[in-house]
């Protein structure tokens, strides 16, 4: 047997991977004692006689206790009944011994542990703070890789696993995420896999090298509200764009060498990193609403809807059969648009103080193309910190020959050209604005 599906698990950087950790919500039980620091009872005469039963002479245990996690000896069970103040039941076996440490309730301290138990449905709240992973992976303090969890049959789409950071409350998004920080070169800190999904957390590799923030390599889940800093690799695929059911949304990469590569990305954004957004292989990535701010190379290979480079030196080279529309290259030092394919296609592109709006070789076919004489956004020289920072300075303003020209010159009609879409003000119209969805 195993922990019921549909677990609630609590992780803060202030309590202990000694703790019970999680509650199951169900008709039995009454009381969530993981959402605390300290365990809800603490006894060190633990007797195991090798069935599900567990026995304490010192006792305290309470009916209120049922589906809350219990850590017994240093591994996590769930509490399945109450027999009586010395007495409880466990989901699984326990091997015969006595003096054992027994603590009910109480938060995690590490997501690592979690998936030695983790089952189908489950969610993982982490709370604000930093967690420094070992390169060892789905134990105490380490990395996340959840194809290590002994009950990954049971992931499914109806029955997914959910990691959420949260600054004060559950499904707060923020402010302050929980920091992921690696400890070694060469290091991966979250490997995915199928139906897990991740929201609201950074990923750091501080000053080491090598690092990957996590792999999106697998199908059927959600990345929203991610931020990889200095990492290696950002958010890497190397799966040739095979993953139609994944999504990568609202998230942000900071100093990394690779920012976005090789999946689906909506409403992210890439600062001062070598390549923002490139596919991983022979195949494209498709990139809606995105924005690059000073990467060397803004987009590559890849199908680009709706997205803005501004100050990136390359800022769109683009797929070869690719059709990529809606977008501006502001700012770029080398060229706004290459690709040097006689099938490239490109529509509705805005080019504002290039050093040139295409390379030498051109491109395929260039149709209702926008030239700016005036810098397009609110704020370009404002700090950007995160995802909303960027989508708030690279709006659209409504200057005459930057954005004004601009605002509902895309296609299809009236959609802007760029990132941000603009909100009129008064009344007698809808306007187009584009509100992310919550994913928790």
């Known amino acids: ?168 409350t559950r499904g707060d998004g923020g402010p302050a995420k929980p920091i992921f920080a690696a400890t070694a070169n060469n290091q991966t800190l979250v490997a995915a896999y199928s139906y897990c999904s991740y929201f609201n957390f950074e990923l750091n590799a501080g000053t080491f090298t090598g690092v990957t923030g996590i792999d999106v390599g697998y199908s059927a889940f959600t990345y929203e509200n991610l931020s990889c800093i200095n990492c290696e690799y950002g958010f890497w695929s190397a799966s040739n764009f095979t993953n139609a059911n994944m999504m990568v949304v609202r998230c942000f990469a900071s100093g990394c060498t690779n920012a976005f590569t090789g999946v689906y990305f909506e409403q992210c954004v890439a600062l001062n990193c070598t390549n923002g957004f490139s596919n991983s292989g022979t195949a494209a990535g498709f990139f809606n609403r995105c924005i690059a701010i000073g ?40 060229y706004g648009v290459g690709g040097n394919y006689p099938s490239l296609q490109i529509f509705n592109f805005a080019f504002g103080a290039n050093a040139a709006n295409f390379n030498s070789a051109g491109v395929g076919s260039s149709s209702n193309q926008v030239n700016l004489t005036a810098n397009p956004f609110v704020d370009s020289a404002a700090t950007i910190v995160d995802t909303p920072s960027a989508f708030a300075a690279f709006a659209l303003n409504n200057t005459a020959g930057g954005g004004a020209l601009c605002r509902g010159a895309g296609t299809p009609q009236y959609l802007d050209i760029g990132a941000v879409q603009h909100q009129d003000s008064g009344g007698g119209g809808v306007p187009r604005i584009v509100v992310p969805r919550r994913m928790w």
């Open 1 to 168: 047997m195993a922990i019921a599906a549909g677990a609630i698990f609590e992780v803060r950087s202030s309590a202990s991977d000694g703790n019970g950790g999680f509650f199951v919500p169900g008709t039995s039980g009454t009381i969530d004692y993981s959402q605390q620091n300290a365990p809800q009872l603490s006894v060190t005469d633990g007797v195991a006689n090798g069935t599900t039963t567990i026995t304490s002479t010192t006792g305290g245990f309470t009916s209120a206790m049922v589906n809350n996690g219990v850590n017994i000896a240093g591994a996590l069970y769930q509490i399945t009944a109450v027999g009586s103040s010395t007495s409880i039941t466990v989901d699984r076996t326990v091997a015969t011994a006595s003096a054992l440490a027994v603590n009910v309730g109480g938060a995690l301290a590490s997501p690592g542990i979690t998936l030695t138990v983790i089952n189908g449905g489950s969610t993982v709240y982490v709370q604000s703070g930093t967690y420094n992973f070992s390169t060892t992976s789905s134990v105490s303090g380490g990395q996340l890789d959840p194809s290590l969890s002994p009950n990954t049959p049971n992931f499914s789409r109806t029955a997914p696993v959910s990691y959420i950071g949260y600054t004060t």
């Open 295 to 334: 990467c060397t190379t803004g987009f590559a290979k890849s199908w680009c809807i709706n997205c803005t480079a501004f100050n990136c030196p390359t800022a769109f080279s683009l797929y070869d059969t690719g059709q990529s529309v809606n977008c501006i290259a502001y700012g770029s030092t080398a």
